[in-house]
């Protein structure tokens, strides 16, 4: 509901996040809702949705800066003794720290991290290996609605875009080959097309078919484009 651009005032006056702290637990040792879990992409969610309702999330927030790996990057993993970043948990921290610096401010160590964090991901095109160049897997180029907590190109466009548009910077350069790979899927009638929802239950459909024009691409894609060409444009101005 929040990424669907819903009224937080709806739930604010429902109390849900009040209802949320006192009835929720996650299954993690029982964790209340708002103190988040160990998961990166959950506890990313969990700070935007907080943000969102007007719940104080600093100390979750602050979660993010003492988990950076090395690399500058997160892996969900971590807790099992990864310690090279995961594209995929890299990007949801991202996304939840840039929702929290948005309402916020954030602070000093918040907003380095989520600099050092978008620096992991800018340094790999968004979508190669650093030691060989080559692209991390397939699952880069496909495009599928709802992003979830998978990664794709389109999905990590999407948050640049938003991240610049707040920091009032333009588009980064070392994106443009990733910018080629969204802009190349892009079939003949302007659309992109349904790769296919992520696997796992859900209340109700969202999106196309697969193999289908996708609404919902179709806005990621035509957003991310129109924001990078606007800005080659003022660059050749």
Known sequence: MREWGLDAGVLRKRRTAEL???NWRWEYVGRPYWGGEVDCCINAWTVANGVWLDMRV???ADWFVQHQLPDGGWNCEWIEGSTRSSFHSTLNSLKGLLAYEIATEGTNETCAARRSGEEFLLQRGLFRRLSTGE??????GRFAYPFRWRYNVLN???YFREASLFDGIDPDPRMADAIEMIRAARASDGTWLQAGRQPGRVWFEVDAEVGEPSKWLTLSGMRVLDWW???SLRDTA
């Open 20 to 22: 949320l702290a006192a």
């Open 58 to 60: 600093d100390e979750l």
């Open 135 to 140: 692209p991390v897997g397939p699952w880069v």
């Open 156 to 158: 990590a466009a999407e």
């Open 229 to 231: 060409d606007q800005s």
